[in-house]
């Protein structure tokens, strides 16, 4: 059974913030709990009070600002899924958070927790690395704007402070000259490899390129090498390249074999998805 | 003298009767409504949110009720497999269930039954498609699940008053 502890449920943003700063080291805070929950109920965690984020306002809702897409920590996954909004403005953003987990994982789990938990298996966090997405963190001392290439720092580790909670996810709005693939492989829930790309066009030609791994190192990471060979260059010229932007992006990572998969076998997924987030991209107008 | 642990007063709708209940914050939705409430068609098997045999809904939304806790339905509407029957009467997902032949051992029936309520409740005509998708986080071990998607696409099909097939 979960250690014993006392539930609070501030109401707003600065309550929650005071009742971090009151209980220290002794209390953690939850969204949806698919994580924490579940190391609690397993006894790998546990705490002497829990303080439940739900119904602080200020970390709900998804809106458009100033060409930027803002996310509260606090809003699910299937929330994500079904927002009109995200459809209409970012729909890679609604088909990468369909994927997560299962049904019942997405309509619990937030944006915000997933990221905190720094889970090295993540989809959010490989998507939002390759789109430039920043995360506002909020504390004791006020607000700051961290890139999500900051964010993460190794496998369950941020640079959250103990008394900082994630406000909300931005996530910069592109124009029709941009697509964006997220390609993921799982036998069970929990992403075993995935890849986001990003590409924006002009003139036939790639202008900018972000290209994203994840899941297989602890942290997801950029290949920035082959993001500049390829900027100048054609759809065709791309696609050419395609064996050898696979090969590379799969050589750039120190992998290492676990409970998901020998080296081999994450290598060859990185490739394969590579591949297929490249096509994706490239193959169709 | 035994240890004093934190309680907290839970007020929580279940199948639209009140409960007013004084639990410890860390009981779990799934033990509150097995073991304070008597409602023991919701199913613990995996303990771990991956099979879907412990699937409630709350506000109609699926949740894996095991790893829930009690005091996220604060103030909200719990719908289990119980609250599916109407005046003695069997929800058309049950009936079809069983028109299906779409469970063995049963005890994956429950979670699968109350999953796909939940989708009828969040798209009106979804597509075998959109039902695969939805019910992917339910694991059944007898069925191989043909009967069971065959018994939800029964009660979509059937409901001729909605919209045309869609997402």
Not at chain 1, 124 to 144: F, N, Q, S
Not at chain 1, 179 to 205: D, K, W, Y
Not at chain 1, 218 to 247: C, H, T, W
Request: aromatic share 4%.
């Amino acid at each position: 059974m979960i250690s014993a502890f006392e539930y609070h449920r501030p109401e707003t943003l600065e309550e929650a913030l005071q009742l971090l700063s009151q209980l220290g080291d002794e209390a953690v805070v939850y969204c949806g709990g698919t994580e924490l929950i579940q190391i609690a109920k397993t006894g790998l965690t546990s705490f002497k009070h829990l303080i439940d984020l739900k119904a602080v306002e200020q970390l709900q809702g998804i809106d458009v600002n100033s060409g930027t897409i803002r996310v509260g920590a606090a809003v699910t996954h299937y929330e994500i899924e079904r927002s009109a909004l995200v459809r209409h403005q970012l729909e890679s953003l609604a088909s990468m958070a369909a994927k997560i987990g299962n049904i019942r994982v997405r309509c619990s789990g937030s944006l915000g927790g997933n990221l905190a938990f720094a889970d090295p298996h993540s989809d959010p966090a490989v998507y939002l690395l390759a789109t430039d997405a920043t995360l506002v963190i909020v504390g004791a001392t006020g607000e700051r704007a961290v890139s999500v290439a900051n964010f993460c720092k190794g496998a369950y580790e941020t640079v959250l402070d103990h008394d900082e909670l994630i406000l909300e996810v931005r996530i910069p709005l592109q124009d029709n000259r941009t697509s964006i693939a997220h390609q993921r492989f799982t036998v069970t829930e929990r992403p075993i490899a995935n890849v986001a790309c990003r590409a924006t066009m002009g003139e036939g030609l790639v202008l900018d390129l972000g290209l994203a791994v994840g899941s297989v190192t602890d942290i997801p990471v950029r290949l920035v090498e082959i993001e500049e060979s390829q900027v100048g260059r054609s759809r065709e010229e791309v696609l050419g390249n395609i064996e050898q932007i696979a090969d590379a992006a799969s050589d750039a990572l120190a992998l290492r074999a676990d409970s998901m998969g020998s080296i081999d076998y994450k290598r060859n997924l990185v490739s394969v998805l590579t591949r297929r987030a490249i096509r994706d991209l490239f193959e169709h107008e | 003298m035994a240890p004093r642990y934190p309680t907290i007063q839970l007020n929580i709708t279940v199948n639209d009767r009140v409960a007013d209940l004084t639990i410890q914050p860390r009981e779990t939705l799934a033990y509150v409504l097995r073991h304070r409430l008597g409602l023991t068609g919701t199913k613990v098997s995996c303990d771990a949110q991956i099979c879907g045999a412990c699937t409630v809904m709350v506000d109609g939304l699926p949740v894996s009720a095991c790893t829930t806790l009690a005091v996220d339905a604060l103030n909200k509407q719990v719908t289990t497999i119980e609250g599916l029957v109407t005046n003695g009467e069997l929800h058309p997902l049950q009936e079809a269930f069983l028109e299906h032949s779409a469970f063995q051992c049963g005890f994956c029936t429950p979670g699968f039954i109350v999953s796909a309520a939940a989708l009828l409740g969040q798209v009106a005509r979804p597509s075998r498609e959109a039902i695969l998708e939805w019910l992917d986080g339910n694991i059944c071990r007898c069925t191989g699940y043909e009967s069971i998607v065959a018994a939800v696409l029964s009660v979509v099909d059937d409901d001729q008053s909605a919209e045309p097939i869609g997402q």
